[in-house]
């Protein structure tokens, strides 16, 4: 048997109020077990608005147009998706708001019940696992912007999401702070959605690439990230 199917996407649509052009265009995709999905595509076409709609940041407005583990999720039941995707925003300023970031990590864990000890143990577990424990007493807004994107990172995976959608994980880094990324990423087992421009970086981590244009798929395949023509033709 194959990989388990752990999101699905059938023909996705949603546009922004008061916008003459759908945001999303009829959107089909799966998302399996421990895969690693790069989507690509110029700025306004629709990346970020898909991670959110995955992440549960929108009210369904179609129950068949949005599947978990083989049930659609219902208008009403975001909470299902937000539990089982953990979004890692493009702005870390925008994730980080406890003032250390140990607390900041433990924050969804003991908003969803489990009891402040044991979800400050579990988030010291996390920022170990990703050999940032060192800044577990700092404040957010005094860490690097590696230190950040890492920070927000752990209080996704404290959340324990089964999927993790990263929205420019790469942006504003510098090389060695981006490099850490990349390693850090490339070993996480959880399936991961990378919304990103760094093609370089959607390459090293990603076993399939989607291309999207106007709210749509317009190519898939990781042959996308060697074809000028077709990157041309897209914006990118």
């Keep these: 048997m194959g990989p388990n199917v752990l999101l699905e996407l059938r023909g996705l649509r949603y546009s922004y109020p008061g916008s003459t052009s759908p945001a999303l265009n009829g959107v089909s995709l799966s998302v399996l077990e421990g895969e690693r999905l790069a989507i690509v595509g110029a700025n306004g076409s629709g990346k970020s608005t898909l ?4 992440a549960g940041c929108f009210s369904i407005t179609d129950p068949a147009s949005i599947l978990l583990s083989g049930a659609p999720v219902e208008r009403g039941c975001e909470e299902r998706l937000r539990r089982a995707v953990g979004l890692v925003f ?4 925008d994730q980080l708001f406890m003032p250390s970031v140990l607390e900041d990590v433990a924050f969804t864990p003991i908003a969803r019940g489990m009891g402040a000890p044991e979800a400050r143990a579990l988030a010291m577990e996390v920022l170990e696992a990703l050999g940032i424990a060192a800044i577990a007493d700092r404040p957010p807004h005094r860490l690097s912007g590696g230190e950040k994107r890492l920070a927000a990172l752990a209080g996704v995976l404290a959340a324990r999401s089964s999927i993790l959608a990263l929205d420019e994980p790469s942006a504003s880094l510098d090389p060695r702070s981006r490099r850490l ?3 850090t990423l490339s070993g996480l087992p959880q399936a991961m959605v990378i919304a990103t421009h ?3 970086m959607a390459s ?8 999207m ?13 060697g074809d000028e023509e077709v990157l041309r033709a897209n914006g990118m």
Excluded: E, T
Excluded at 51 to 54: C, N, P, Q, S, T
Excluded at 90 to 93: I, V
Excluded at 204 to 211: A, E
Excluded at 218 to 224: F, L, Q, V
């Design 181 to 183: 990324l990349i390693n």
């Design 51 to 54: 991670l959110m709609h995955m």
């Design 90 to 93: 493009q702005d870390p300023d």
């Design 204 to 211: 090293r981590l990603c076993s399939d690439v989607i291309l």
């Design 213 to 225: 244009n106007k709210g749509a798929i317009a190519a898939r395949g990781k042959g996308i990230l």
């Design 198 to 200: 760094d093609l370089d």
